[in-house]
């Protein structure tokens, strides 16, 4: 994958383009890892245009999971330490993903105005896994607001995208480690919050993925987790 992308980027690197391109091609790892991976995307998807998807983020696992969702002309942002990830770091850059320096919040700051320019600019959507790091089954940790500031300032709306538990789902000695349902919910209108009103939108979207969350892991058949760790 790593080769194959240096020469597929070689003529067009850092292109918004080239993220939906390899998404799917790494959602069709999933078989390596003994995983049938059910994507749920509502036909109204295809006209979301400029949003802020959101997706909880258990583990690795993620990337042959939740990339089988990811729609043209979106790209993800992501911890700036993760380009030192051997072979995949060079691919998630490649791809023309956005880094932020989580660390420096000053830094953080301008990088969500830089993403709301490019989001402007270009009609671009943007995936941002809202929890901040892995949950590795706590289940649905509390969010960060930057998802938010985000839409909030570029006026789009965001849409929760929700993955049933993986935790320890597989096990690389076996070649069926079961169903994976991931699933795209109607998006959340914006216009329903005020700039000042970042918290409650917050709030709004966690309950809403937490539900979905838990009816998707019944669904499959997966234990299920505490997942607000608020309560």
């Known amino acids: 994958m790593t080769v194959y992308s240096l020469f597929y980027c070689l003529f067009s690197p850092r292109n918004p383009k080239n993220t939906y391109h390899f ?7 999933s078989w390596l890892f003994g995983l049938k991976v059910t994507i749920r995307i509502p036909e109204s998807a295809k006209n979301n245009g400029s949003v802020v998807y959101l997706a909880n983020h258990q583990n690795s696992y993620d990337m042959v999971t939740v990339s089988g969702a990811v ?5 993800t942002i992501g911890k700036k330490s993760l380009v030192w990830i051997p072979f995949f770091g060079i691919i998630y850059w490649l ?4 880094l932020i320096n989580r660390d420096n ?3 953080s ?3 969500i105005k830089d993403v709301v320019d490019q989001m402007r600019a270009k009609n671009l959507a943007v ?7 892995r949950s590795r089954g706590r289940g649905l940790l509390p969010f960060k607001m930057g998802a938010f500031h985000t839409a909030l300032q570029a006026g789009v ?12 789902q597989v096990n690389l000695n076996r070649w069926n480690n079961g169903e994976v349902i991931v699933e795209m ?9 005020k700039k000042r009103e970042i918290r409650r939108l917050m709030e709004d979207s966690h309950a809403i993925m937490l539900e979905k969350y838990h009816q998707l892991n019944k669904e499959v058949n997966r234990p299920d987790t505490n997942s607000d760790s608020r309560d």
């Not at 791809?95 to 956005?98: D, H, K, L, Q, S």
């Not at 919910?185 to 919050?193: A, G, K, R, S, V």
């Open 95 to 98: 791809t023309g993903n956005i």
């Open 127 to 133: 995936w941002i896994f809202p929890e901040g790091t």
């Open 105 to 107: 919040k000053n830094k």
């Open 23 to 29: 998404a799917i091609l790494f959602s069709k790892l």
């Open 109 to 111: 700051r301008n990088t």
């Open 71 to 75: 729609q043209p002309g979106s790209v």
């Open 157 to 168: 709306n965001v849409v929760p995208t929700v993955t049933s538990n993986t935790h320890k």
């Open 185 to 193: 919910l109607e998006p959340i209108d914006i216009t329903q919050y």
